[in-house]
């Protein structure tokens, strides 16, 4: 027998505005974008994802290949470096990086102008702060052994060599902290200003995918430094954050 569908049921359908698309169907069409050919509207579509909070290594990822095959290098290299803040123990990343790298003709210090940062990345690679956390609660343990059984040598060597493990460790992400964000020139040619305003004047450019030191920022400018050591404002459009 055919199913008949109520009159009412009918118009609510009919009267149903479409079902929004989840991120991951937006993502997932970006991937057909990108595949297809259409670098554009994929780079859109990422860029507004990552706008509305969605964030991941793979968003990166996929962002940068979008980019590389728009030859826009150094918003692909933001997006790799972007990934790799996410997900530091990502293989295939460093090995992008160096490709972007190459391909953009910059030496290895210009992509990486604060090595304190690779403390950084290395201690959330591998979870120092919860190693820190076990040598100091193993340290305390071997200290309160060394009150109740003092008649054994083993708990005090322990309690010493655990207590200065636990507090060299915890140097490294203190370290990683002292780092100075950073920023990816988007834009080759970028003009280096004298000042953060509409008016000031150009002394300088900036290369497409430098790796720059973010000293200072205003609401549409950020001051850097470059590898030469000249510092002056650029545009927040020609200078992306790595950080977030």
């Given at each position: 027998?055919r199913?008949?569908?109520?009159?009412?049921?009918?118009?609510l359908?009919?009267?149903s505005p479409?079902?929004?698309?989840?991120?991951?169907e937006?993502?997932?069409?970006a991937?057909?974008?990108?595949?297809?050919?259409d670098?554009?509207k994929?780079v859109?579509?990422?860029?507004?994802l990552a706008?509305a909070?969605?964030?991941?290594a793979?968003l990166y990822?996929?962002?940068?290949?979008a980019?590389?095959?728009?030859g826009?290098?150094?918003e692909?290299?933001w997006a790799?470096?972007?990934a790799?803040e996410?997900d530091p123990?990502?293989r295939?990343l460093?090995?992008e990086?160096?490709r972007l790298?190459?391909?953009?003709?910059?030496d290895?210090?210009?992509?990486a102008?604060?090595?304190?940062?690779a403390?950084?990345?290395a201690?959330?690679?591998f979870?120092?702060?919860?190693?820190?956390v076990?040598?100091a609660?193993?340290?305390l343990?071997s200290?309160?052994?060394?009150r109740?059984?003092?008649?054994?040598?083993w708990p005090a060597?322990?309690a010493?060599?655990?207590l200065?493990?636990?507090?060299?460790?915890?140097?490294v992400?203190?370290?990683?902290?002292?780092?100075?964000p950073?920023?990816?020139?988007?834009?080759?040619?970028?003009?280096?200003?004298?000042?953060?305003s509409?008016?000031?004047?150009s002394i300088?450019s900036?290369r497409?995918a430098?790796?720059?030191p973010?000293?200072?920022?205003?609401?549409?400018?950020v001051?850097?430094?470059?590898s030469?050591?000249a510092?002056?404002?650029?545009?927040?459009?020609?200078v992306?954050?790595?950080?977030?």
């Amino acid at each position: 027998m055919r199913r008949v569908v109520p009159a009412f049921a009918l118009l609510l359908a009919l009267a149903s505005p479409g079902r929004a698309e989840t991120p991951a169907e937006r993502f997932r069409a970006a991937g057909e974008q990108l595949r297809g050919g259409d670098a554009v509207k994929a780079v859109a579509t990422y860029r507004e994802l990552a706008a509305a909070g969605v964030e991941s290594a793979s968003l990166y990822w996929n962002w940068a290949q979008a980019a590389s095959a728009r030859g826009e290098t150094g918003e692909a290299l933001w997006a790799t470096l972007r990934a790799r803040e996410i997900d530091p123990g990502d293989r295939a990343l460093p090995r992008e990086i160096q490709r972007l790298r190459e391909a953009a003709n910059l030496d290895p210090a210009e992509i990486a102008p604060e090595p304190l940062a690779a403390l950084e990345r290395a201690s959330r690679r591998f979870h120092v702060g919860w190693l820190v956390v076990a040598l100091a609660a193993l340290s305390l343990a071997s200290h309160a052994a060394v009150r109740l059984a003092p008649a054994h040598r083993w708990p005090a060597p322990t309690a010493w060599a655990t207590l200065v493990l636990a507090g060299a460790l915890g140097a490294v992400p203190l370290a990683g902290a002292l780092a100075r964000p950073t920023g990816v020139v988007v834009r080759g040619g970028a003009p280096l200003l004298d000042s953060a305003s509409t008016t000031a004047h150009s002394i300088g450019s900036l290369r497409q995918a430098e790796v720059v030191p973010l000293l200072e920022s205003s609401p549409d400018y950020v001051r850097v430094e470059d590898s030469s050591g000249a510092r002056g404002w650029a545009h927040r459009d020609d200078v992306w954050p790595v950080e977030p």
